[in-house]
């Protein structure tokens, strides 16, 4: 993937950031694209190492229609095969009419967001590895995506106090004995830590710590660091392929920019470029600069 040239890609919603990210991680096309809800987070966290392993962008939807702008990205990346992430609930089959109709279209679904992430996982395919994470909050899985996307590891959610029977049952059958926990004890319990085979926990005080720790501990190789707000959960869920494909990582920073735990690792990531992900409402211009500061 090139890196962006400008400091900033971002559109005037979250669906626009995506189309925006879309089309600077896939200038010349995309032969697969994933297609998920705008409005509601749990289906597609698990989407971004499905996204990266088939090189395919992360295009989000609101369940009953289809943007025009979402529709003309799609033509222009002349995909042959669109995966939608979640059941008709999440993207109606509303939505799926208004996909070009020579495209193959297939869905992956499960009864609920953690059979869904499972399901996502088993096409994944990859064996003994995985990152699980709170299935009821975002930031953790927004911060780990890029680094299980480079590393080939599902993605798989559970609730913080018990570990949700579909995500057991899909770790023991892709023989899972390296699991990297994102968040602390108040996200995932001792008592879900317990149950697992071989598990790191990646974690800090809090949201922007842990994303602190996950780039502490898998420190971008390439040119580009981005940050994403902390916030929402939109324009790093988008942004994660981009990220993964760049080797890069995303850090979510608070509104006012890094917190002290952030910007000494960011201190040691001299020769790099700060690169945004959404508008100036998400990340201001300040924090972006307070970041490049740091990295320059």
């Not at 971002?10 to 990210?21: M, N, Q, S």
């Not at 089309?23 to 010349?28: D, G, L, S, Y």
């Not at 943007?67 to 002349?78: M, S």
């Not at 392929?241 to 002290?260: D, F, H, M």
Request: glycine content about 10%; hydrophobic content about 45%; proline content about 7%.
């Amino acid at each position: 993937t090139p890196a962006p040239q400008e400091d900033r890609i971002a559109g005037a919603d979250r669906i626009a950031t995506a189309l925006g990210i879309a089309r600077e991680a896939f200038p010349t096309g995309a032969d697969t694209v994933i297609l998920a809800r705008a409005d509601d987070f749990p289906d597609a966290l698990a989407g971004a190492p499905l996204a990266y392993k088939y090189r395919a962008p992360i295009l989000l939807t609101f369940p009953d229609s289809l943007w025009p702008e979402t529709r003309q990205t799609i033509a222009d990346l002349a995909p042959r095969h669109i995966i939608i992430l979640g059941g008709l609930e999440a993207v109606s089959s509303a939505v799926e009419e208004e996909l070009p109709a020579a495209v193959h279209v297939s869905r992956i679904a499960g009864a609920n967001r953690y059979a869904t992430a499972a399901a996502v996982a088993e096409t994944l395919g990859t064996k003994g590895k995985a990152v699980l994470v709170n299935g009821t909050n975002f930031p953790d899985a927004i911060a780990s995506a890029s680094h299980a996307a480079c590393q080939g590891r599902p993605i798989l959610l559970t609730p913080a106090d018990y570990l949700a029977e579909e995500t057991e049952a899909v770790l023991q059958k892709l023989s899972v004995t390296d699991t990297h926990v994102a968040g602390g004890p108040a996200v995932i319990t001792a008592r879900v830590y317990e149950r697992l085979y071989g598990p790191v926990r990646l974690s800090g005080t809090d949201r922007y710590a842990t994303s602190a720790e996950v780039i502490r501990l898998n420190p971008p190789r390439g040119r580009i660091i981005y940050t994403a707000t902390g916030l929402n959960f939109p324009d790093a869920l988008t942004g994660g392929v981009l990220a993964a494909g760049g080797s890069s990582n995303i850090l979510l920073i608070p509104p006012l920019g890094p917190t002290p735990a952030q910007e000494s690792v960011l201190k040691g990531l001299q020769g790099k470029k700060a690169v945004a992900l959404g508008g100036e409402g998400a990340v201001s211009a300040e924090a972006l600069g307070k970041v490049q500061e740091l990295v320059e």
